[in-house]
């Protein structure tokens, strides 16, 4: 360790430190010293090194002499000795253990004394070959999530599945490339047209009455870094990022077929086949035809399809699996939410915290979107390294706010905060000025490495908060970067719904958190939610759709969803909710 040491990489090896204290075993006292140093060091609106330098360090709230000693040794030489030490003393790859949902401090400590487990494959092998669930505490189902979060994270290594937001970038540039060419129809199939929140291959079907100039145009692209396969009416190419794209061009009279076919699931086509084969028919890419022989009976678009099984057209994000089909006979597909029953977005940062546009910017956004309203959530001071607001510059934010909404009524501007949620889980809201506030938004950024036990407590205690509206995405996940937090979900949603918390479905789609198998989670738990942009510039409030997309694959009526509710019902709500505790 030898490179200059900033705030964050210094608050990143305190974290580290409390992480390896707590697998010895050391006493939760000191352990939470070094995660609250951590966090405060975060905090901080100025240079480490320049307080290491006046000594300004050791006036720090929760930095003692002993862990302001290692700061100093640590800034001024570049690296820690008893860092180093611990490094030694715990194998290095525990750490990585820790990213492995269940698997907190004290369980990576069991595993590795008792099963002398050092690494996630010696993990992986003591939870298959049933050594682990022989550990006190390790369940059938702990054990299942360990196994899961596992694969997860080998799927992540080894795939080159990219994030449906970069597939989404590159479709539309492969659909522009395309336009001209005539009687043109396109569309894009597979796990993109189901919204999956990664893709593997982009599926294009196009119909164009000159099919041999859609695959000339197609292979010619400037994206295609090498033709797998050409022929008169189908292409494969490799993008350059090595994602696999297919093209299929469709006779116009078969659109419907081929668009059902190439959409999937997998499952859901076997039970649409099942399903038309109770009727006598088969149902293939290009037709249905009668089993006992007979024409083709073509289907020119997608409802067609349906109908003629006697479905109601069932919506793409909805054919995951199995169930669609059964609750589309019943009648019992839910009444989901488009984009344009949106009537605001609850989470907007702007220039105040760490965003890019000022508040009038984004009102101006938020009206050319057909918006009601807008909540500005800038971060809250705890979370310095983003600007986060102290009561002084929240106040002033707030009266510009008010000069806002005089200088124009399209878009209602709301006073808000994303308050942070600390390691014990105090909000870090400012107490003079929360009952001025229309919407407190609870949120984890900092200590995101604690057990399942603390991080769970972290969130009932925010969510029993009288003043805490929403929960921002909640796993804290980044996808391809950081894996999200791994908490007792069933418990929070429990309490969220209890309380009537709203949960956020974050639309950022390097975050759409909470994921769609949570959301279905808290959706059976009762549980209301939000669609938020989190939006830190104008561009980012187009990206609502995504977070609309899992809303829709955790099958969510929209009238849980309480943007979709009119202004005044959300903000009696959230004045209410000290009712509900």
């Not at 200059?4 to 939470?32: C, P, T, W």
């Not at 292409?235 to 059902?260: C, Y």
């Not at 938020?532 to 829709?552: K, P």
């Amino acid at each position: 360790m030898s490179e200059r040491v900033d705030n964050e990489k210094a608050a990143q090896i305190l974290e580290e430190i409390a992480d390896m204290l707590e697998i010895q075993g050391e006493s939760v006292f000191k352990v939470n010293a070094y995660r609250r140093a951590a966090e405060n060091i975060r905090s901080l609106g100025r240079d480490l090194s320049s307080m290491v330098q006046d000594g300004s360090i050791f006036a720090v709230e929760g930095i003692g002499k002993a862990i302001g000693e290692k700061i100093t040794e640590l800034v001024t030489k570049g690296r820690l000795e008893y860092y180093e030490k611990l490094s030694q003393e715990v194998p290095r790859s525990l750490l990585e253990i820790l990213e492995i949902p269940d698997m907190g401090p004290k369980r990576v400590k069991a595993v590795w004394e008792k099963l002398k487990v050092t690494t996630i494959e010696e993990l992986e092998e003591a939870a298959k070959s049933g050594r682990l669930a022989e550990l006190p505490g390790f369940g059938p189902k702990s054990v299942a999530r360990i196994l899961a979060g596992i694969e997860e994270r080998k799927r992540a290594l080894e795939t080159h599945r990219i994030p449906l937001v970069s597939a989404w970038i590159l479709a539309e540039m492969v659909k522009e490339g395309l336009l001209g060419l005539p009687g043109l129809r396109i569309e894009v199939g597979g796990s993109f047209r189901r919204k999956k929140e990664t893709v593997g291959d982009l599926d294009f079907l196009v119909s164009s009455h000159d099919p041999e100039a859609a695959v000339e145009r197609f292979c010619s692209l400037p994206m295609v870094q090498k033709v797998l396969l050409r022929g008169s009416k189908k292409a494969s190419v490799l993008f350059k990022g090595s994602i696999q794209g297919d093209l299929r061009v469709i006779e116009r009279s078969r659109w419907g077929t081929a668009l059902q076919y190439f959409t999937g699931s997998k499952e859901h086509n076997v039970q649409m086949r099942e399903l038309a084969l109770k009727k006598g028919f088969s149902l293939s890419e290009y037709s249905f035809k009668a089993v006992d022989g007979g024409d083709e009976i073509l289907c020119a678009e997608e409802e067609e399809v349906y109908a003629f099984l006697g479905l109601p057209w069932i919506l793409p994000e909805l054919r995951e699996g199995r169930r669609a089909v059964d609750e589309a006979l019943k009648g019992n597909l839910p009444n989901v939410v488009n984009e344009e029953d949106l009537k605001g977005d609850p989470h907007v940062h702007t220039l105040w915290s760490d965003g890019f546009s000022s508040i009038e910017e984004m009102v101006l956004s938020a009206k050319e979107k057909g918006l009601r309203w807008i909540a500005i959530t800038d971060h809250s001071a705890a979370l310095a390294v983003a600007g986060g607001l102290d009561t002084a510059r929240l106040r002033s934010q707030m009266v510009e706010i008010d000069d806002v909404n005089r200088k124009q009524t399209s878009v209602r501007v709301l006073k808000g905060v994303e308050a942070e949620i600390l390691a014990d889980g105090t909000v870090d809201v400012p107490g003079d000025l929360v009952d001025e506030l229309d919407i407190v938004i609870g949120s984890l950024h900092l200590s995101m490495r604690q057990s399942r036990e603390e991080i769970t407590r972290r969130y009932l205690k925010a969510i029993r908060h009288p003043r805490v509206h929403i929960i921002a995405h909640p796993t804290g996940r980044l996808l391809g970067q950081r894996q999200g937090m791994d908490a007792d979900w069933e418990v929070i949603f429990e309490e969220a719904s209890r309380t009537g918390t709203i949960l956020e479905i974050n639309a950022n789609p390097y975050r759409l958190d909470l994921p769609d198998y949570l959301a279905a989670l808290a959706n059976e738990k009762g549980c209301l939610f939000s669609i938020g942009s989190d939006a830190h510039r104008t561009s980012q409030m187009e990206l609502l759709h995504f977070g609309v997309s899992v809303a829709r694959r955790a099958w969510i009526n929209k009238d849980r969803i309480v943007n979709t509710w009119e202004l005044d019902k959300l903000l009696d709500w959230a004045k209410s909710k000290h009712d509900r505790l």
